[in-house]
Nanobody, 119 residues
C-alpha cells in the first residue's frame, strides 16, 4: 500500500496550491479519503474528507470555503485545492484512506507534504 502526497511548497499569503495524493495497493474506490494537517507543536487535525464515490464532502470550519477536496477514482488519486492561503495554514498535510466494516476499520496514511505560507 502506498499513498504519496505531492504539491506542497512555499506560498505567499493569498496564494493557492493543489495537493495530490496518488495511491496504490488497495481498492481506492472503496475508501473514504481525507486530508489532515499537523502544524508544529499541534495535534494532527482533519481538514477535509470525501466519500468513496465522491458524492459527499466535509470540511473543518477553519477551512470551509477555501479548501476543496476532490477525487478521481479512475486515477486512484485524491486532491486538495487550497485557496486564499493564510500563514496559519502552514503545516504538513497528510492524506488518509479509511474503510469501515461492522466490527473494524482499515486505514492508511501517506508520508505528508509540507505547506508553508509566508511572505
Amino acid at each position: 500500500v502506498q499513498l504519496v502526497e505531492s504539491g506542497g511548497g512555499l506560498v505567499q499569503p493569498g496564494g493557492s496550491l493543489r495537493l495530490s495524493c496518488a495511491t496504490s495497493g488497495f481498492t481506492f474506490s472503496y475508501y473514504r479519503m481525507s486530508w489532515y494537517r499537523q502544524a508544529p507543536g499541534k495535534e494532527r487535525e482533519l481538514v477535509a474528507a470525501i466519500s468513496s464515490a465522491g458524492v459527499t464532502t466535509d470540511y473543518a470550519d477553519s477551512v470551509e470555503g477555501r479548501f476543496t477536496i476532490s477525487r478521481d477514482n479512475a486515477k486512484n488519486t485524491v486532491y486538495l485545492k487550497i485557496d486564499s492561503l493564510k500563514p496559519e495554514d502552514t503545516a504538513v498535510y497528510y492524506c488518509n484512506a479509511l474503510r469501515t466494516y461492522p466490527f473494524k476499520s482499515e486505514g492508511y496514511w501517506g508520508q505528508g507534504t509540507q505547506v508553508t505560507v509566508s511572505s
